[in-house]
């Protein structure tokens, strides 16, 4: 008996110095804007190398809120964000470095910002002091009508996004390492020519709208070095083209540069090669036929199941010529659980017969009473991720 209580402390004394560590998360202190010091928390798990841990407790951003009224459509919402950490990915690695939403740019200071320049009358009128004439819109200088002068300077700059990252030192202290900058600019400028009007649309050229982003950008660059906490850390600049109103897909990150730590100015651009498309659509069947015609493969199998059904639509990601994702949508009516199963597996075995190996898919399954069933199948990889929602 003696002899088994001896071997059971030894498996456990053994188990328990082989066991893996389950603590979730790092206390750390991170020193903050006021270089006060502030205890902190980063969570161990990292979903992926493609994203990054997030300092907790959660601050949100300075600016928050203002995405939702500067941006069209929820799809650049989404993109915006996302997109520019994919641009931070390429200087600040999610090994070493955390998130955390910008907090150097206020408000109230982006709101300036976003504003256009404005003439003293103008100024006056708007309720603001001289000082605040900090726009980075071109000045409407009131001669003509009001369709001629929105057609002559149209608002550029839509948005700003700051994303901060930071890093931890050997004593436990996180210190803000990086800052991203977004400066989201319109392909299209909508506006009105009398209150309640009629909205006209003044489409911008890309050549034009880039010219003017990094412009836009070289200012804003010398201004980054006069706010508290920004004077000498790296920042990236990113230029996003957003979509127009009417689009089903995001607009896209082209440019970026960086201002190195210290520095006053930006070095050279960098192309950034990404873009999204509709399937099936136009320009994806002129710029990419070959991808359009295994997706209408499968929207075409997709149809004979339900034959008088033809709502499958797909949203492509491409960096370079190369496709990268497809996002595919089904909204479908179903009467009955089983037959949702049924029509789950069925899409399931069609994402593995049409698309290539290099594509990750994600098909999403919806009803009228919401989402029925999701499949993930990533790049690469022989087998799908299936989750029928109860």
Known sequence: MKRLVMIALSLLLLLTACAPNFKKEDEV???????????????????????????????????????????????????????????????FSPDKYFFQEGQYLKKK??????????????????????????????????????????????????????????????NGNVHLDGVVIGLALNSVYYYT?????????????????????????????????????????????????????????????????????????????????????LFPSESATKDHRADVTFFQNFKQDVEEYFPNFNGVIGKAFYIGSQLNEVSISIPIQFYGKAEGVGFTQYVTGLVMEHFPDYVTVQVSITSVNGPEALIIRKADQNEPIVHIYQ
């Not at 320049?117 to 001289?130: D, I, M, N, R, W």
């Not at 002559?152 to 996004?161: E, Q, T």
């Open 193 to 277: 020519t009398v209150q309640y009007g009629d909205v006209f649309e003044r489409k911008i050229p890309h050549d034009e709208l880039e010219r003017k982003g990094k412009e836009i950008a070289a200012e804003v660059a010398k201004r980054i070095r006069g706010v508290e906490g920004l004077g000498d850390v790296p920042v990236t600049i990113a230029l996003f083209e957003q979509a127009d109103k009417s689009s089903v897909v995001p607009g896209n990150f082209f440019a970026y540069a960086n201002m190195s730590e210290g520095s006053n100015s930006l070095g050279g651009w960098e192309a950034v090669d990404e873009k999204y498309y």
């Open 109 to 170: 200071t982006v709101g300036l910002w976003l504003n256009r320049q404005f003439t003293p009358e103008q100024l006056a009128a708007e309720g603001l002091k001289e000082d605040e004439n900090i726009g980075l819109n071109p000045l409407d200088d009131g001669v003509g009508d009001l369709k001629t002068r929105n057609e002559k300077s149209p608002i550029y700059l839509a948005h700003i996004l700051e994303h901060d990252y930071l890093t931890k030192d050997d």
């Open 29 to 91: 202190v991170q020193n903050n804007k006021s270089d006060s010091k502030e205890k902190a928390i980063i969570p161990k798990y990292q979903i992926s190398d493609q994203y990054y841990r997030t300092i907790l407790p959660f601050k949100p951003g300075e600016a928050r809120g203002l995405v939702v009224n500067n941006l069209n459509t929820r799809y650049d919402i989404n993109e915006f964000e996302t997109g520019l950490m994919r641009v931070a990915l390429k200087n």
